[in-house]
């Protein structure tokens, strides 16, 4: 009977240290000055690695967010699709979201900055980690911190994916006007914005008020100050801009600003591509597209990028 | 060799019984059936019954997609079939125990533990092959009268065989009800209140990485990159529970007097 007994306790024992091995396997912890980032890697290929960095919102590693229901999985799926053609990846939760957010003062997050920061300190790490070269791979915001960071250390080869074309208070506006009148205080706050000025008290019924908290009014103007466009101009690495037909975030007039910058070879626009990079035709399918992780990345999205890295390689 | 024996005795006292027929038609029922319900039958009802109906809304109440096919049969497995199942096979320890045959094995010096593991060898073998051919048919034939929608057949493979391990996690709770209650009826009641309840209890504090119910969680998202941490944790608890409820069995049985059922 006492054996029955210790069988039970051992079987109880195994399942919790599961769930506490399964909370930090895997991860590589990168510590920076307020907190810890945790990434994970992916491909065994020293040589090279595509360094994903996520958009903007509490967006994880994997492309998910915590504020959306669901997952989309989209930058998991990347990962896994490269390291089919055996190309190694690093993915990193930021510091608003996934694992590394347990690390951080959330309400301190106030500048862009301390994002490229971020991305700076995963790049330098790669580097100590023995990777020969490293390619990042922006996706929508990720797309401007990746071009800042790689400015600060320099990398071998850089794409944008959906990545915005415009300083952030153009899309921003064209965004909000979609959905609200010229004359609606989140349009003014915007304007406030441009002028440098920060709007007092900000309240509201939730919706697109709530987004813009004085913490998000401080983020945007520090982050409104950079042209995308013009900065990837100026960049002397080989580049790869992909847009999507079916954005509904980042249109083609954000991607024909960064596409114009530079050699017609370097960008591409995949038609029925959606902002999270899934093939949609129905306006039913870009909004599941969002929630429903069964949706794969859209079928021209993986052939360019293997094509890209083979070329640094 | 003893349980050589015990797995033998199991798949004739299944194949007499026809659980094993019960458990493969609950499940394939909805496998070829679900499809051609959605396909042929649902809009022809709705559309006799509400004839001004747009054809976009009627596609929003319908299945008009193999995923969304594949997942009404999962639904399908989940609330429908497991209540037949756990009903057919209530009395895979339950009656062997009212009707005195359990002292059998006993005492041609069988264990109880044995007789558990027998038990849940092959009434799960059954179940989990049955959710995983049910999930490849159901793939294939809502591919075949829709379209093809899934990258591969790899998430209906997966949701097949996650559903089926919450199935096995049944028949546990079904062999260890079975022993506490004595009789068939009340032990499939039991299993129900404790299947059911494991996903409520999972969707009501939002912690089915911490449960069994996981497993479904994963299986009905037909993920096209599963989170194998997810599931790993899931499966960790639904393994454990699994060796809990064994063993509680055999503590159950070791404490009764078989003779008198």
Not at chain 1, 12 to 31: D, E, N, P, Q, S
């Amino acid at each position: 009977m006492k054996k029955h007994y210790l069988i039970m306790a051992a079987a109880a024992l195994i399942a919790v240290t599961v769930h506490i091995y399964i909370g930090f396997a895997g991860y590589h912890k990168i510590t920076v000055e307020d907190g810890t980032l945790y990434g994970r890697a992916m491909g065994n290929d020293k040589e090279l690695v595509v360094l994903l960095i996520a958009g903007s919102g509490p967006t994880d590693m994997d492309g998910n967010s915590v504020i959306l229901p669901g997952r989309n999985d989209s930058l998991l799926l990347i990962a896994r699709e490269l390291a089919k053609e055996g190309i190694s990846t690093f993915r990193y939760d930021k510091r608003a979201a996934g694992k590394s957010a347990e690390t951080f003062d959330l309400e301190n997050i106030t500048d862009i900055e301390a994002l490229i920061g971020d991305c700076v300190a995963v790049i330098e790490y790669l580097k100590d980690q023995g990777y020969k070269k490293i390619v990042l791979a922006g996706h929508s915001k990720g797309s401007l911190i990746g071009m800042l960071a790689a400015i600060e250390s320099p990398v071998d080869g850089f794409i944008s994916l959906a990545g915005t074309g415009n300083p952030i208070d153009i899309t921003l506006e064209k965004q909000l006007l979609a959905q609200l009148p010229e004359d609606s205080s989140e349009i003014q706050i915007l304007r406030n914005l441009r002028n440098g000025e920060l709007t007092l008290p900000v309240s509201g019924d939730g919706g697109e008020l709530n987004f813009f908290t004085l913490n998000n009014q401080k983020f945007i103007l520090s982050w409104m100050q950079y042209d995308p466009a013009e900065i990837l101009a100026g960049m002397k690495i080989p580049v790869l801009i992909i847009g999507g037909e079916a954005d509904i975030q980042v249109d083609r007039e954000d991607f024909e600003a960064l596409a114009k910058v530079r050699e017609p070879h370097e960008s591409i626009f995949i038609e029925d591509m959606n902002h999270i990079l899934k093939e949609v035709t129905t306006q039913k399918a870009q909004e599941e597209s969002y929630y429903d992780p069964s949706f794969p990345l859209h079928g021209e999205l993986i052939p360019p990028i293997v094509e890209f890295v083979a070329a640094i390689r | 060799m003893e349980i050589k024996t015990l797995l033998k005795k199991e798949l004739l006292d299944g194949v007499r019984n026809y659980r094993f027929i019960i458990i493969f038609a609950a499940v394939f029922f909805f496998a070829i059936l679900d499809p051609v319900l959605n396909k042929l039958v649902l809009p022809e009802v709705l559309r006799s019954q509400f004839p001004d109906m747009p054809e976009a809304l009627m596609n929003e109440m319908l299945f008009t997609t193999q995923v969304a096919n594949i997942r009404g049969f999962l639904g399908n497995v989940y609330q429908l079939s497991s209540l037949i199942i756990a009903f057919s096979i209530s009395g895979i320890m339950a009656q062997e125990i009212s009707e005195k045959t359990l002292i059998f094995p006993v005492c041609t010096g069988k264990s109880f533990a044995s007789i558990v593991a027998a038990k849940l060898f092959v009434y799960g073998s059954c179940v989990i092959t049955a959710t995983t051919l049910g999930a490849m048919i159901n793939y294939f034939y809502a591919g075949v009268l829709f379209e093809f929608g899934l990258p591969s057949a790899i998430p209906a493979l997966r949701a097949g065989l996650l559903n089926g391990t919450y199935m096995i996690y049944m028949v546990a709770i079904l062999i260890f009800m079975g022993a506490l209650a004595r009789k068939a009826i009340p032990a499939g009641l039991l299993t129900l209140l404790l299947y059911y309840g494991t996903r409520l209890i999972g969707d009501l504090f939002n912690i089915h990485n911490y449960l069994p119910s996981g497993l479904l969680i994963e299986a009905e998202l037909l993920a096209a990159a599963p989170s194998l941490s997810f599931i790993a944790g899931s499966l960790a608890t639904t393994v454990a529970l699994i060796i809990i409820l064994s063993s509680l069995t055999v503590v159950r049985l070791s404490s009764l007097e078989l003779t008198r059922g």
